[in-house]
């Protein structure tokens, strides 16, 4: 069973930059697209970014131009820099692994491993 350990979460104000980290156990993580995923009190979890096993990224519509998904395949990590954050980015944020290699998703469920998240707080 693989493990994701995220990092990097805080307090930004508005405007500010914040880079999350997430490390993956295991020997065939260049297999797997890597996703984010983020949830706000009282909201479903929803997609963030997603970088598939050949490094193509794909982005929800309210991130795109402001975060970028980026990967190292030699140190099994996944990272999620985030720019010009604002208030509604409040969530905690997680890194998960699809079911499946070689299968890119947005949807939550065809993912099967999660990280226990790290919390992202933006001030206004």
């Known amino acids: 069973q693989v493990q994701l350990v995220e990092s990097g979460g805080g307090l930004v104000q508005a405007g500010g930059s914040l880079r999350l980290s997430c490390a993956a156990s295991?020997?065939?993580?260049?297999?797997?697209?890597m996703g984010w995923f983020r949830q706000a009190p009282g909201k479903e979890r929803e997609f963030v970014a997603v970088i598939t096993w050949i490094r193509t990224t794909y982005y929800a519509d309210s991130v795109k131009g402001r975060f970028t998904v980026s990967r190292d395949n030699a140190k099994n990590m996944v990272y999620l820099q985030m720019n010009s954050l604002k208030p509604e980015d409040t969530a905690v944020y997680y890194c998960?692994?699809?079911?499946?290699?070689?299968?890119?998703?947005?949807?939550?469920?065809?993912?099967?491993?999660w990280g226990q998240g790290t919390q992202v707080t933006v001030s206004s």
């Open positions: 295991g020997r065939t993580f260049s297999s797997y697209a």
């Open positions: 998960a692994r699809p079911l499946s290699t070689y299968y890119s998703s947005s949807y939550p469920r065809d993912f099967g491993s």
